[in-house]
């Protein structure tokens, strides 16, 4: 009988905390042993594979992640579904996916929504899952059901500044800051001023200007700046760890840096289309640029980039997720194209679906960069995720005996480059955004709980749908609220 399930051999291993040459050995899909090249010489397991001196990381945590959501405002409808979706994750090297269950303004329950979502999950995954809560009806029967999100395993949720469908006044965002710095909760900010983008949208309606690339316009920056600083200060004032999700102004980044200077426990996300995409990429011929439209748009170009880039590098922002949020493009009910008419012929901006799919491509696009230091990359794309949303060390790293054997092998000394197109992607998507990059490296194997699940040379796709596993999640393992007291009106 062979001694283990899995050996992943001649590697230059890459965890958030080290780099070395190291071989792995899984048992039970779980990391056994992590021992320095040629310790396990000799070792007999049911499978091995030779990485030949490529990298082999962490598979990656992607925390940010839309599928089968119902148009929640305006006529657009997720593309892909769980299965769908947790099949381009593992194609492009992500073997955790933390999705949405979307609670309704008219919806008093969180508890409802989680049942919902979990039925669409349900033995459709090929990658392990865990959900946020979505908060837009921040009422009495909400707040008191998050002690059983707790128990449920759900340590997070995420509230809007801005959407008439989803937005919560300041006073509301009070409320579920309060209730989740008693449960533990980490809360995930959509920092957009919201009445902000309704006064521009008017001044541009004013002046019939309709075009897809007026959506860059209708989200000025101050309308994220101002929306970023607000949160900061009524976290602050609750004392309680927040994500501001997707940031794409290196204006309301140093705002997020600024507070974490402080000590305050800030946290930021940002996403792939903040650092490859800009506002030229909305400004195309009739319609096009519509697949680019997302919230907060891309900026203006190189010195917005450069921005992004640094607070990765910095530590400003703790994550790098996608915000996969995929509508086809040439449907005409639910996806982008439903928003022309005879009316609008180029579209109206404010009603295209809002989103863009990169859940497959996340991974590939930063590390083709060669802008992160590994380590620093294996920590936003995977480490920093699964320790803010209680999943450390199970996920993100490599701990012999706690870590499940959740792995990405790529290439050695990289790939021969090449033009991503759409047609190479497994979601259930009709483009990309990022069509025409160049491509340096893909996963040659994705490995969830010691189960190759991917595999580029050897069919691609080789798991199983409904392999992947909910995951049940504690708190955050990062800094939490300053003082362990409880929050008491009258120190202010």
């Given at each position: ?14 965890t ?7 071989d ?30 490529g ?14 959501e ?7 409808k997720?593309?892909?579904d769980?299965?769908t ?22 919806e ?14 349900k033995?459709?995954?090929y ?7 979505i908060?837009?009806n ?7 059901e ?8 759900i340590?997070?949720l ?37 009445a ?22 209708s ?7 101002e929306?970023?600083?607000?949160a ?5 004032f609750?004392?309680v760890?927040?994500?501001i ?18 000590g ?14 800009t ?25 917005d ?33 439903s928003v ?11 009603y295209?679906?809002?989103g863009?799919?990169g ?8 590390l ?13 794309t ?47 998507v ?8 160049t ?15 991917w595999?580029?040379d ?35």
């Amino acid at each position: 009988m062979a001694e283990y399930d899995l050996l992943v051999l001649n590697g230059l291993v890459v965890t958030a905390d080290e780099t070395g040459q190291f071989d792995i050995a899984v048992k039970d899909g779980k990391i056994a042993k992590l021992v320095p090249r040629g310790s396990l010489d000799g070792i007999t397991a049911n499978k091995t594979i030779d990485a030949e001196g490529g990298m082999v990381m962490p598979g990656g945590v992607d925390a940010h992640v839309h599928l089968a959501e119902p148009a929640l405002f305006g006529k657009g409808k997720s593309a892909d579904d769980y299965e769908t979706g947790s099949r381009s994750a593992i194609a492009g090297g992500t073997t955790t996916l933390i999705t949405f269950a979307p609670q309704r303004k008219t919806e008093p329950s969180l508890l409802a929504a989680l049942a919902a979502t979990h039925e669409l999950a349900k033995d459709k995954c090929y990658s392990d899952y865990s959900f946020h809560l979505i908060c837009s009806n921040a009422g009495p029967q909400a707040i008191s059901e998050f002690a059983a999100l707790r128990e449920a395993g759900i340590s997070s949720l995420k509230i809007y500044m801005t959407y008439e469908a989803l937005q919560l006044k300041d006073s509301e965002i009070l409320d579920v800051l309060f209730e989740a710095r008693k449960q533990k909760i980490v809360t995930m900010i959509h920092a957009e001023n919201g009445a902000i983008i309704d006064w521009t949208i008017k001044k541009l309606e004013e002046k019939k200007l309709f075009d897809p690339k007026y959506h860059v316009t209708s989200h000025p920056p101050v309308a994220e700046i101002e929306a970023t600083y607000r949160a900061i200060s009524l976290s602050s004032f609750i004392d309680v760890p927040i994500l501001i999700v997707h940031v794409s102004s290196p204006s309301a980044a140093k705002h997020i840096s600024d507070a974490q200077k402080r000590g305050l426990p800030i946290y930021a996300e940002t996403c792939p289309q903040y650092l490859f995409l800009t506002r030229k990429d909305l400004d195309k011929p009739g319609f096009e640029g519509a697949k680019c439209v997302c919230s907060p748009p891309p900026r203006e170009g190189e010195q917005d980039h450069e921005g992004i880039w640094q607070g990765l590098e910095n530590g400003t922002f703790t994550v790098l997720s996608s915000d996969h949020c995929p509508f086809l493009y040439e449907d005409t009910t639910v996806g982008k194209k439903s928003v022309i008419s005879a009316e609008y012929p180029n579209g109206h901006f404010k009603y295209i679906p809002n989103g863009c799919p990169g859940v497959e491509t996340r991974m590939s696009l930063a590390l083709s960069a060669n802008r992160l230091k590994l380590q620093k990359f294996v920590e936003v794309t995977s480490t920093n995720a699964a320790k803010l949303y209680g999943l450390y060390p199970r996920k993100g790293g490599l701990v012999p005996g706690e870590s499940d054997a959740d792995l990405t092998v790529w290439y050695p000394d990289g790939m021969k480059e090449y033009q991503l197109t759409n047609s190479m992607l497994h979601h259930n998507v009709d483009h990309t955004p990022y069509e025409g990059r160049t491509i340096k490296q893909w996963p040659r194997y994705t490995i969830l709980r010691g189960e190759v699940v991917w595999a580029k040379d050897e069919g691609g796709l080789v798991g199983k749908k409904g392999y992947g596993q909910f995951l049940q999640r504690d708190m955050s393992s990062l800094a939490g609220s300053m003082s362990k007291e409880e929050w008491n009106v009258e120190n202010f």
